[in-house]
């Protein structure tokens, strides 16, 4: 997934949105319904002349609970570089996602 974002109008004071991003990931869902990815979600500040790059690799799990499936996922997130005052280092990234069936 990538897209290009430009600033068009905006208020200085809270910093353009001139930006490059790209995610490129990989998957693998078992026969028990876990998946296993690795992603990296940079984005190039062109103003900035910065880019911040997290790394994530988590499992996620579906599960059905009286009909309808959710997803559960976790995993550990590591900020290769960053804009000034972003986040860095380690973190966590945990999420539950309803799956709403047509």
Not at 9 to 30: A, D, H, K, R, W
Not at 58 to 82: Q, T
């Amino acid at each position: 997934m990538a897209f290009q974002s430009w600033n068009v109008g905006g208020n200085p004071t809270f910093g353009t949105q001139n930006n490059l991003f790209g995610e490129p990931f990989v998957s693998y869902t078992n026969k028990d319904a876990f998946t296993f990815s690795a992603q990296m979600q940079a984005q190039y500040n062109y103003d900035a002349h910065r880019t911040t790059n997290p790394l994530y690799a988590g499992v996620s799990k579906l599960e059905v609970f009286d009909g309808v499936p959710i997803s559960f996922s976790a995993g550990p997130i590591y900020y290769l570089s960053n804009t000034p005052g972003g986040p860095s280092g380690w973190g966590g990234r945990a999420t539950v996602t309803l799956v709403i069936l047509k």
